[in-house]
């Protein structure tokens, strides 16, 4: 059975700050609703004649490809949640990291997500 992407944002949902820092938390969040958008666009884009590149572009080959179906919008938000996830993964100072970021990448990877299923019921 595949994997449920959308087990990623049931995780951001859970109270964790007994077992680790808020800092991690709002990462693993932002992290985690980021994959859980890609997933679902990515498996939407390969049902719709998307070829996964095989060079290390791929999450812009994916963003791209959005954009140039003319799904402008879904396409901004998914390049705003990716630039969220870049910071919360790599960046050791993460300004602007706090509560209402968490939230946000939730936000953006719930309205991606659904408009995908929107799309394809």
Same mark, same amino acid.
């Given at each position: 059975?595949?994997?449920?992407?959308?087990?990623?944002?049931? =995780?951001? $949902?859970? /109270?964790?700050?007994?077992?680790?820092?808020?800092?991690? !938390?709002?990462?693993?969040?932002? %992290?985690?609703?980021? *994959?859980?958008?890609?997933?679902?666009?990515? $498996? *939407?884009?390969?049902?719709?004649?998307?070829?996964?590149?095989?060079?290390?572009?791929?999450?812009?080959?994916? !963003? $791209?490809?959005?954009?140039?179906?003319?799904?402008?919008?879904? %396409?901004? $938000?998914?390049?705003? =949640?990716?630039?969220?996830?870049?910071?919360?993964?790599?960046?050791?100072?993460?300004?602007?990291?706090? %509560?209402?970021?968490?939230?946000?990448?939730?936000?953006?990877?719930?309205?991606?997500?659904?408009? =995908?299923? %929107?799309?394809? /019921?």
């Amino acid at each position: 059975m595949a994997f449920d992407w959308n087990e990623y944002l049931n =995780i951001c $949902k859970t /109270p964790l700050t007994a077992y680790i820092s808020e800092e991690s !938390i709002q990462r693993i969040i932002i %992290s985690r609703s980021y *994959y859980a958008a890609y997933h679902a666009c990515l $498996k *939407y884009a390969e049902n719709n004649n998307y070829t996964k590149t095989k060079n290390s572009g791929v999450h812009k080959s994916l !963003i $791209k490809f959005y954009r140039d179906i003319k799904w402008n919008k879904l %396409s901004i $938000k998914l390049n705003r =949640i990716k630039t969220l996830r870049v910071s919360a993964d790599y960046e050791a100072i993460f300004d602007g990291l706090c %509560s209402s970021t968490a939230i946000e990448a939730i936000e953006i990877a719930e309205w991606i997500i659904h408009e =995908i299923r %929107s799309k394809n /019921p």
